[in-house]
């Protein structure tokens, strides 16, 4: 078998695996110091990680070598998945919580497929749309089963809020694709990191809120935690993901990405003893089914 056509695959895993421990930090992290000030900070460190990364990979520090065309199309997608994206998504969590919110992101792998479609041009066998439908299934059944007490206070904007944060990562990842080509996908990450950057530091200077920003940089067992968050995340996540579409099609790489909420069941249970009951398993047996079928699509 030749491992090497499955770099894209292998990509994705990698990113979704990194989405386990950067969630479980931000997690822990925002409800220390609010989920804004994080965001931005993550960023930050981010950059740095990337910068020092590029100048031993590429030589420089900066994203010198790209062209103005990869600038402006990874600058926007920037701002459609760091910034639109996740403010979507981030006030989505308030209004009708995580739970719900994870659910309706699956429909970010489908959204990926379509617009690759219409900007890439990219087509998807009946069998690649097989496997993203049963991952897509399993997930949905793990994160469905639990806490439907909540379901009363469910509102419709914060349903649109959660499908707009799907639709702006989906988005972000395809425009990423178009942009890099085959240009680093350190250096692309980096360029979509400073696109983040800009957005957030706008909107604190819009909301008056730099002194939270200041507030939060005392706070040690925070910072630690967005450290362990940036890492994984916007720096080695980020440039997993975008390896991962560089190297097979963007919905399948989408959908392997999303097995996040698969992968963090046993973390949960090592660390915080939740009980991983017949659903998550049944559920994570499915996803896992589904990542087959797209590999044999692959291998075929």
């Known amino acids: 078998m030749n491992f090497e056509s ?14 386990t421990f950067t969630s479980m930090a931000f997690e822990s992290a925002g409800k220390r110091v609010g989920s804004l000030q994080v965001n931005l900070i993550r960023l930050v460190m981010a950059f740095f990680f990337l910068g020092t990364l590029s100048y031993f ?12 065309d990869a600038w402006f199309w990874l600058l926007l997608s920037g701002v459609a998945g760091f910034v639109i994206g ?17 659910v ?3 429909t970010a792998p489908i959204f990926a497929a379509f617009i690759s479609q219409i900007i890439l041009g990219e087509t998807l066998s009946p069998m690649a749309f097989a496997g993203m439908f049963v991952t897509i299934s399993g997930i949905m059944f793990v994160l469905s089963g639990k806490k ?3 379901d009363n206070k469910v509102r419709k904007y914060g349903v649109l809020l959660a499908l707009g944060g799907s639709f702006g990562q989906a988005l972000g990842l395809v425009l990423s694709k178009y942009g890099m080509k085959d240009y680093s996908a350190i250096s692309s990450t980096q360029i979509r990191v400073i696109a983040g950057i800009i957005g957030f530091s706008i909107l ?13 940089l005392g706070d040690i067992p925070a910072m630690k935690r967005i450290t362990t968050g940036a890492f994984f995340g916007p720096f080695m996540g980020v440039t997993f993901s975008l390896i991962a579409v560089q190297y097979t099609k963007t919905g399948i790489a989408a959908t392997l990405m999303a097995t996040t909420p698969v992968m963090i069941l046993l973390p949960t ?5 939740e009980k991983i009951g017949l659903r998550e398993v049944a559920g994570a047996v499915t996803a896992v089914a589904g990542v087959a079928l797209i590999f044999l699509n692959q291998m075929g």
């Open 269 to 273: 249970r090592l660390l915080f003893k």
């Open 6 to 19: 499955f770099t894209g695959e292998f990509a994705a895993l990698a990113t979704a695996l990194c989405w």
């Open 204 to 216: 604190f200077t819009i909301l008056r809120r730099w002194d939270r920003i200041f507030k939060s």
């Open 57 to 68: 990979v590429n030589g420089s520090f900066m994203p010198l070598g790209a062209s103005f």
């Open 104 to 106: 309706i992101m699956t």
């Open 148 to 150: 439907k007490e909540k």
């Open 86 to 102: 996740d403010l979507l998504l981030f006030q989505a969590f308030v209004v009708i919580g995580s739970r719900l919110v994870m």
